[in-house]
Structure formats: structure tokens, C-alpha cells
T-cell receptor
Framework: NAGVTQTPKFQVLKTGQSMTLQCAQD?????MSWYRQDPGMGLRLIHY???????DQGEVPNGYNVSRSTTEDFPLRLLSAAPSQTSVYFC??????????????FGPGTRLTVT | AQSVTQLDSQVPVFEEAPVELRCNYS??????LFWYVQYPNQGLQLLLK??????LVKGINGFEAEFNKSQTSFHLRKPSVHISDTAEYFC????????????FGGGTRLMVKP
């Protein structure tokens, strides 16, 4: 049971380039999320998915796209990278604890630098 | 909308001393509260959570937290810290029927000195 996996661990992009951050989970969780972590700001939600085929925006969605074709995978796409997207990106999947509460499991993160 | 404030960005403390990391939140509905720990260059690991019931919650590694609804706080405590507790700690809140969406505080870096 690998939990939540993310690739790559590190990436350097030039402004305007595109790329996809990969996230996969093997826990059969319905809910998956993408966060970015910036110093002093904690983690901020980018996009989330409540199941295959269903996605929605979080707090900071601009410049990012997501899709959820399977329960296991939830890739994050940067269409045209900007220096403001330099950050550490975390993927999480959520297990329902009770009706409205969930426990989130985080991947190891992807450190992205845009020059 | 909910928000989470961690009042201290850094907390230096000597080994074996007690520590309290403060967290306050704002929300108009019922909340679920979490503390996560992040060791250097790693992801986030759940320390403890409050969903309902007893306001004193015990977690892993000897940490505990107390939910105070009237003060909208969820402070994290440990009676005696170790060097290995050096890490960044995040308080997080989910509210109402959006329990799968977390709002995080800015984090507190705990630095344990020998």
C-alpha cells in the first residue's frame, strides 16, 4: 500500500512552459485535492475532486487545470508556467470519517521552480 | 468563510521543556479541527483531530490539543519536547458540510534546542 504518490519530486520550468504534476493513490478514496505551500501562508487549496469525472475549484485555481478520469489518478496541469507558481505542491486523498468529516493523507510533494 | 491564525511563526524551546503552539480560527458553523506536522522535505502527517465529544484530544508522539469553542481556539501542547520534535506544525479547519476541504494556518516552526 503506497498511499499517495507524486511525481516528479523536483522540477524546473521556464516561464511559459507547460507541464503536468502526477498524483496517484491506492486507497480507493473518493476525494482528492491539490494544495500549494508557500512560506508563511500554510497550504492553499487549488482544485479538488469528489469522484471520477467531478472536479471543482479551490481558493487559488487560476493557472491550473485538473481532470479525474479514474479514482486513482488526479493530475494537475500548468498550462503556461509563471514565476508566481514557484511553490511546493501537495496532493492529498481523503478518507471519510463520518458524515461531514474527512481525514486527508498527503503525498511527499513536488518542488517546482519557474524561472 | 473560515480562517485560521497561528499566532507564532517560530517557537524556540529547550529540550525537555513544555511547549504550546497556538491556533485560533473563525467560523460561523460547526468545525472539525486538525493539527499536522511536517518534517523537513517531507509531506504532512496527521498529529491529531477533533471531530466531536471530549474537548481534550490526544495524538501521536505525546501531543495533545484542547478545543475551546468560546475562544475559538485549538492550541497544541506537549509537556516535554525532544530534539526530534523539531518541525513545522500546521493547524487546519474544515467546516459544516465541506468537510473534505481544509483551510490551513500559516504554520509554526518549532525549534527544539539541546
Amino acid at each position: 500500500n503506497a498511499g499517495v504518490t507524486q511525481t516528479p519530486k523536483f522540477q524546473v520550468l521556464k516561464t511559459g512552459q507547460s507541464m503536468t504534476l502526477q498524483c496517484a493513490q491506492d486507497m480507493n478514496h473518493e476525494y482528492m485535492s491539490w494544495y500549494r505551500q508557500d512560506p508563511g501562508m500554510g497550504l492553499r487549496l487549488i482544485h479538488y475532486s469528489v469522484g471520477a469525472g467531478i472536479t471543482d475549484q479551490g481558493e487559488v485555481p487560476n493557472g491550473y487545470n485538473v481532470s479525474r478520469s479514474t479514482t486513482e489518478d488526479f493530475p494537475l496541469r500548468l498550462l503556461s508556467a509563471a514565476p508566481s507558481q514557484t511553490s511546493v505542491y501537495f496532493c492529498a486523498s481523503s478518507q471519510r470519517l463520518r458524515r461531514f468529516s474527512y481525514e486527508q493523507y498527503f503525498g511527499p510533494g513536488t518542488r517546482l521552480t519557474v524561472t | 468563510a473560515q480562517s485560521v491564525t497561528q499566532l507564532d511563526s517560530q517557537v524556540p524551546v529547550f529540550e525537555e521543556a513544555p511547549v504550546e503552539l497556538r491556533c485560533n480560527y473563525s467560523s460561523s458553523v460547526s468545525v472539525y479541527l486538525f493539527w499536522y506536522v511536517q518534517y523537513p522535505n517531507q509531506g504532512l502527517q496527521l498529529l491529531l483531530k477533533y471531530l466531536s465529544g471530549s474537548t481534550l484530544v490526544k495524538g501521536i508522539n505525546g501531543f495533545e490539543a484542547e478545543f475551546n469553542k468560546s475562544q475559538t481556539s485549538f492550541h497544541l501542547r506537549k509537556p516535554s519536547v525532544h530534539i526530534s520534535d523539531t518541525a513545522e506544525y500546521f493547524c487546519a479547519v474544515s467546516e459544516g458540510n465541506a468537510g473534505n476541504m481544509l483551510t490551513f494556518g500559516g504554520g509554526t516552526r518549532l525549534m527544539v534546542k539541546p
